[in-house]
T-cell receptor
Framework: AQKITQTQPGMFVQEKEAVTLDCTYD???????LFWYKQPSSGEMIFLIY??????QNATEGRYSLNFQKARKSANLVISASQLGDSAMYFC??????????????FGKGTKLTVNP | DGGITQSPKYLFRKEGQNVTLSCEQN?????MYWYRQDPGQGLRLIYY?????DFQKGDIAEGYSVSREKKESFPLTVTSAQKNPTAFYLC????WGQGGYSNIQYFGAGTRLSVL
């Protein structure tokens, strides 16, 4: 089964600086997908960025980029130019096979990011 | 506006009572999911459904039941058999079977369930 590890329970960053949130994964499948979601205090999970295992380049979406190091099995999220609105929980997730052959997401425990003014 | 609507936002359950959480989507997605989130934890899969009138158990299905009579609706019932129901419940949907970006799961705003 797939496993996601996020080792940083909490991170602090100054407004306008960059921050890296760590994510390592464990899988024996050659084909897999990695996701990052943001969960503000309101609770909704917001999709940020996706990286496929066969993608040649690191994924980027605006201020979000994914530092994908396949050999190290890491998929760290980099947020550039942090804003106060970036304060939230951030979850790394991986596709996994569910019972019955469908797909599910396996989530890490999350990192709480606080952006200081 | 396309999206996923969960209701109610807050729900209280009395001892021995069954309660139903609503999830409706207008994204025309095939697959729908229910996750449970406990404090300080990631999400765990309760049930999912790929097509109408079909659903599968996830990792923590005991004490829960679902139905999928319409493509856009996937209600979750928390039964009295679920002894520790206090949690945050999230519904998600995705366009099934296309791989890559098409398998992004989009989430509703969640329902917070507490026991009285």
């Amino acid at each position: 089964a797939q496993k996601i590890t996020q080792t940083q329970p909490g991170m602090f960053v100054q407004e306008k600086e960059a921050v890296t949130l760590d994510c390592t994964y464990d899988t024996s499948d050659p084909s897999y997908g990695l996701f990052w979601y943001k969960q503000p205090s309101s609770g909704e999970m917001i999709f940020l960025i996706y990286q496929g295992s066969y993608d040649q380049q690191n994924a980027t979406e605006g201020r979000y980029s994914l530092n994908f190091q396949k050999a190290r099995k890491s998929a760290n999220l980099v947020i550039s130019a942090s804003q106060l609105g970036d304060s939230a929980m951030y979850f790394c997730a991986m596709r996994d096979l569910a019972q019955g052959g469908s797909e599910k997401l396996v989530f890490g425990k999350g990192t709480k990011l606080t952006v200081n003014p | 506006d396309g999206g996923i609507t969960q209701s109610p936002k807050y729900l209280f359950r009395k001892e021995g009572q069954n309660v139903t959480l609503s999830c409706e989507q207008n994204l025309n997605h095939d697959a729908m999911y229910w996750y449970r989130q406990d404090p300080g934890q990631g999400l765990r899969l309760i049930y999912y459904s790929q097509i109408v009138n079909d659903f599968q158990k996830g990792d923590i299905a005991e004490g829960y039941s679902v139905s999928r009579e319409k493509k856009e609706s996937f209600p979750l019932t928390v039964t009295s058999a679920q002894k520790n129901p206090t949690a945050f419940y999230l519904c998600a949907s995705t366009q099934w079977g296309q791989g890559g970006y098409s398998n992004i799961q989009y989430f509703g705003a969640g329902t917070r369930l507490s026991v009285l």
